[in-house]
């Protein structure tokens, strides 16, 4: 049944992308300078979990670096290299430059002195989950390095601009910003069909099927691949000549719980004492949260930079919040937050 199984991963960049080609357009013409050994704006990319972020980051620089020789490219996932340390030493260590580096004992002021001093190819850097960064003062050591373009990938623009000073706000402010919305159902459907036309065999799935898995994702695309993904999966290890509807049904809980597990196991250290205080003792609001946190970590972080943690778990729907900014009150989802396929 499963013809292609790379089409159905996660991570997987298609040949062509649906129904993006405005953002395509904006990120490309922001680069394209880079092409030209000129140096480029940053970019900041925009919007909800599963509105293909990453997918058009990466789809972007790939031709780039088709068009042009001379153009390297590195991502930094900023959620899993959430330190200073590992965003600069994943940089180099992309670039080939890391060679006599050593985790434990090379100071960070190093690999900021590496990095200025690198003289190859001009690099796109690619930054998702920016505003996961603990130190977004990175940012600015990057920004002025003519060498390397920024691409800043986040949920949301004001999330990121909070937890940065004055002078890099102003800058990051005028940079080139490509925002981007949740998918509809009809767009969904199209990103589902060609996924099942180059990853499945013909027939396994109906068009009225695919329909029902856009509309139980809610414009993440995500989710509505990761429920193609699950069901395609169990068919092919049952034997069964086509997907039933039975198999959306435990595939649609399937993939939400895969998802949610991977963000929970996303969470830094600090994050997790948030959540597992939400988890044991809510709902709660900011300051309690706040108050249980300190006692419970020897170097808490601001007032502040909690409730960004909530907002990122409220958006990643690990958290859910109830009532306005004044009495907010925060508890840990138990429930599916997308409706069933049905």
Known sequence: MIRDARVLRAGFIPKEIEHRDAELNHLSSVLEPITNGEPADTAIVTGPSGAGK????????????????????????????????????????????????HRQSTPHDELVDRIQQYDGPRTVIILDEVDQLEDPGILYDLHSLEQFALVCIANKEEELFSRVDDRLVSRLRSSEHVRMDKYHDEQLYDILSARAKWGLDEDVITDDQLYRIADAAAGDARLAIGILRTAASKADREDEERITDEMLLDAADDARAQIRQTSL??????????????????????????????????????????????????????????????DRQYSVVTEPVSSPVN
Not at 285 to 313: F, N
């Open 265 to 326: 196991d996303s969470l830094t250290p600090h994050q997790q004492s948030v959540y597992e205080i939400v988890h044991e003792d809510g709902p709660l609001g900011p300051g309690a949260i706040h108050e249980r946190y300190c006692d419970a970590v020897d170097d808490p972080r601001t007032k502040r930079t909690i409730r960004t943690y909530l907002s990122k778990m409220v958006q990643y729907n690990l958290l859910e919040a109830e009532g306005t900014s004044r």
């Open 54 to 101: 990453t997918c058009i980051s990466k789809f972007v620089t790939e031709r780039l670096r088709e068009e042009v020789l001379d153009i390297e490219t590195t991502y930094v996932n900023c959620w899993r290299n959430y330190t200073r340390f590992r965003t600069l030493y994943q940089i180099l260590d992309d670039l080939g430059q890391t060679i006599d580096i």
